[in-house]
């Protein structure tokens, strides 16, 4: 505001009482008017918090009606199924994470579980990691890890049997511990066991070859494995040892 006490500002300088006057008399009409705007504001606020209270309620009134006509609510169980497939992680497999699809797809609404329980393609690709705390060499056992070893064959077997007749693909982890202890080797060797049990069913494998997977090729060949197209087992061995006399590495390639 330009006045004639505009030489005062920035300055120290102490106004006399007949500045001061003069000043409150310059004042005056923007003090008024600074009331005035903030009267007005209140009264805005006022209206908005009283609107958006009003809108909330209608919201929650109609939110239930709306999601019946909802389009997602109307599409075909068999759309679904296509997109909760399409949910998958990179690469199409599922993971034990409960953050990922297909296990956050049973945390969503009933209707949602049901589909995802009734699709056994969303379960038949599996990429089966053993957690790091069930891989250390720990020879006193430890009632957590025996829990969680029991959780992880429990889910291991309950994709198997969400996947229904459906063909598998299966990948397992590349790289173990190289001093597991006993329990540890037993851990795998009952995943592969079950693995095997419907091999009938593989149609894609990425299998690590560590010695507890080593006595369940004895089991498998041409016959048992009907629906195979793709099988990759891998690690350091020689090509002459005693793995190389598996049947399953005598099958013909077609």
């Known amino acids: 505001m330009e006045s004639q006490f505009s030489h005062f500002y920035n300055t120290n300088r102490i106004p006399s009482d007949e500045d001061l006057v003069e000043i409150q008399q310059l004042l ?68 034990f994470n409960p953050c990922d699809s297909p296990l956050v797809l049973l945390r969503v609404c009933r209707l949602w579980r049901e589909i995802a329980l009734g699709a056994p393609e969303l379960w038949s690709s599996i990429d089966i990691v053993i957690p790091v705390q069930l891989l250390s060499a720990v020879r006193t056992p430890d009632p957590k890890n025996q829990q969680r070893v ?38 795998l060797d009952k995943i592969y066991s079950s693995l095997a049990l419907h091999s009938h069913r593989w149609r894609s494998g990425d299998y690590y070859l560590h010695r507890a997977a080593v006595p369940v090729l004895d089991h498998l060949d041409a ?32």
Request: proline share 7%; aromatic share 6%.
């Open 28 to 95: 005056a009409p923007s003090t008024a008017k600074l009331a005035q705007l903030d009267a007005e504001l209140n009264a805005a606020e006022a209206t908005v918090a009283r609107l958006k209270t009003e809108r909330e309620a209608i919201v929650a009134l109609t939110r239930p009606l709306s999601s019946l006509a909802s389009l997602i609510r109307r599409m075909p169980q068999e759309i679904m199924e296509r997109i909760f497939v399409q949910s998958l992680p990179a690469g199409g497999y599922g993971t």
């Open 150 to 187: 029991a959780s992880l064959l429990a889910e291991v077997n309950r994709w198997l049997v969400r996947s229904g007749s459906h063909p598998l693909s299966i990948r397992t982890p590349e790289k173990f511990s190289s001093n597991l202890n006993e329990s540890r080797e037993e851990i």
């Open 223 to 254: 016959g048992t494995l009907p629906r195979l197209r793709h099988l990759r087992l891998f690690n350091y061995f020689s090509a002459r040892g005693p793995l190389s006399k598996k049947k399953i590495f005598t099958m013909p390639v077609s």
